[in-house]
């Protein structure tokens, strides 16, 4: 018999399949955050508190994540389109399981782009501290979880219409991006600006990616990220799988 | 002893559609008995499609009951799912997926142990002719071998009920045939249950034991094609003139002599619609004969679900119905 767990399992080893098989598939889809890498981290004039690159790369973690995640919906949009989702409605897998199963291998392809990019940035000087690396990531799993069941449900919503999918995930990539003080901090902007920053969950995920990988574990900045990402982790996938339930209602 | 595989009650779909209620299915009633092998016949829009999607759990209906394989649709639609099969219009398989790999998360899915799948997989693979192609993505594969792959995707847990959506649309006529032959061997060999769409009048003919006629959301006809053409549609006889006039004259003698009979005239073109006309027909040509009407040619031509369709609501099923497909589509 199938359990919630079992459904899970099945559907996240199905998602994960095409990328085993094709890993450079995760590594292209990171080339605009290496484009930022390469040619915008080398504007950064140094900072007194460290170098640019100590402050930029955890960003281009986060920005890497950011951008594959939050397009996986259309791997989603395509099943539907072809059928093969229509296949998994009717199959018994548990509807919960459907959209959890995805999200979860969103884990995935995050750690592989996380790791190229340190082993990039390593030989330009970039210090690694693991323990808060490793912190990081967990904080950044949480947060992938959330947003790609976002963007399965974004898939869900558009069905048929492709356009509008790429239509809202690009009009919401940029200004989630820009106001998370991602590629410029946001501590000298106007104060409409800062506060449209402070309620951006993004934020939070960001700044304690941060100051975690420089090293700093215990501190309220891990604290409010691990909160946020665990938001966002939550309604995300409590927003998906009522959206996944409502398909075949 | 036959027990029933699906009885539905007053099933009824609507959508809204620009803010009007498209009434896609209309009160639906409907039993089929286990190892019956029903076609869902009518145009594009008549509500097949919304029926087969609400009997799969694919839609939940507006109003009515439906019970499938034991299990009602709303109430518990696992366990309508655990037990039935289906094939959809598109690829069951996902395109980046290799098509073994699908096979075996397909059995996963309906609580196959790994061992369990993969020996079904390879059994499938082998029975489906798809050897070759296994271990290739999905994308790779052409037409034919995609729709075999749904149709062994479809049948990894060897369902007691089987339901095909439109199962040959986009095929050749070979791989339609091919896929025919399937589905008779499936049948011949398990006695598997099926229900299957198709606007294809020849595949509800040829396949189908018992054809169920849709209409603009209602069952207008059921039963087995045999009798679906001798109910509703006579025997044409199709005659040719070199005159317009000598048609119209062949008319008036032909309907005194062919008691029952209803007739079409175009130009010179005379269409006799009646019962036993190969018979008749020797019969009426002395009578053109003895009144110097001398026929061109003639033509005596069987009853096709065509004729039955067109008997039934006045129009053709070649002509694609201008129902409401445009509305399931955007509301499914």
Same mark, same amino acid.
């Given at each position: 018999m199938t359990t919630f767990v079992s459904d899970t399992t099945t559907v996240f080893s199905r998602e994960l399949r095409p990328v085993l098989r094709d890993p450079f598939s995760v590594i292209f889809s990171m080339l605009q955050p290496l484009l930022f890498l390469a040619?915008?981290?080398?504007?950064?004039p140094d900072t007194g508190g460290g170098s640019a690159l100590q402050w930029f790369v955890p960003g281009i973690v986060v920005m890497s994540c950011l951008f594959g995640t939050s397009a996986t919906g259309a791997n989603l949009l395509f099943e539907i389109q072809t059928g093969s989702h229509e296949r998994m409605l009717v199959s018994p897998l548990r509807r919960p399981a459907l959209i959890v199963g995805r999200a979860l291998k969103e884990i995935v392809p995050m750690l592989v782009q996380a790791a190229v990019i340190v082993l990039i940035t390593l030989p330009f000087g970039f210090t690694l501290h693991v323990g808060g690396a490793l912190l990081a990531l967990v904080v950044l799993a949480l947060f992938s979880v959330g947003l790609g069941s976002l963007s399965y449900t974004l898939a869900l919503a558009a069905r048929n219409k492709e356009w509008m999918f790429w239509a809202v995930q690009q009009t919401l990539l940029f200004p989630l991006l820009l106001l998370a003080g991602i590629?410029?901090?946001?501590?000298?902007?106007?104060g409409w600006l800062r506060t449209a920053s402070q309620l951006n969950p993004l934020t939070y995920v960001v700044d304690a990616v941060r100051v975690l990988f420089n090293g700093?574990?215990?501190s309220a900045t891990v604290g409010y990220g691990v909160l946020a990402a665990f938001a966002v982790g939550a309604v995300g996938l409590g927003i998906g799988v009522r959206a996944m339930r409502r398909t075949t209602a | 002893m036959t027990s029933t595989m699906i009885r539905t009650r007053g099933l009824t779909r609507h959508f809204t559609v620009k803010r009007q209620t498209v009434?896609?299915?209309?009160?639906l009633d409907l039993s089929v008995a286990e190892g019956e092998l029903v076609a869902l016949l009518g145009? $594009? +829009? =008549?509500g097949k499609s919304t029926t087969l999607r609400m009997l799969t759990t694919l839609l939940r209906p507006t109003s009515g009951t439906a019970e499938v394989a034991g299990h009602d649709?709303?109430?518990d639609p696992r366990g309508v799912r655990n037990r039935i099969g289906y094939i959809g219009?598109? $690829? +069951? =398989?996902?395109?980046?997926?290799?098509a073994r790999d699908e096979l075996i998360s397909q059995g996963r899915a309906y609580g196959m142990s790994v061992r369990a799948a993969r020996s079904r997989a390879a059994e499938l693979v082998a029975s489906l002719d798809l050897e070759a192609v296994?271990?290739?993505?999905?994308?790779?594969?052409?037409g034919g071998q995609r729709r075999r792959l749904d149709i062994a995707m479809g049948l990894i847990h060897a369902p007691e009920l089987l339901f095909l959506d439109?199962?040959?649309?986009?095929?050749?006529p070979q791989n339609r045939a091919n896929l025919a032959e399937h589905i008779r061997r499936l049948r011949a060999e398990r006695g598997t249950t099926m229900v299957l769409t198709t606007h294809y009048l020849e595949e509800a003919d040829q396949l189908a034991e018992r054809v169920v006629v849709i209409d603009h959301g209602r069952i207008i006809a059921d039963d087995t094609p045999a009798r679906l053409k001798s109910a509703h549609a006579g025997d044409r006889i199709v005659l040719e003139f070199d005159h317009d006039d000598e048609a119209r004259r062949a008319q008036a003698r032909g309907l005194g002599i062919a008691e029952g009979a209803v007739a079409v005239r175009e130009g010179n073109r005379l269409e006799l619609r009646l019962d036993g006309g190969a018979r008749l027909a020797p019969k009426l040509l002395r009578s053109f004969d003895e009144a110097h009407l001398p026929v061109a040619s003639v033509e005596v031509a069987r009853p096709t679900l065509d004729d039955v369709f067109l008997n039934l609501?006045?129009?053709?099923?070649?002509?694609?119905?201008?129902?409401t497909a445009d509305a399931e589509e955007s509301a499914a």
């Open positions: 040619l915008f981290a080398p504007l950064l590629l410029l901090p946001i501590d000298n902007a106007p700093e574990v215990f | 009434e896609a299915v209309k009160g145009p $594009n +829009g =008549a649709v709303i109430r219009q598109g $690829n +069951g =398989a996902g395109h980046s997926q290799r296994a271990d290739r993505v999905v994308s790779t594969l052409s439109e199962p040959s649309t986009g095929l050749d609501t006045g129009r053709s099923l070649r002509e694609e119905g201008t129902g």
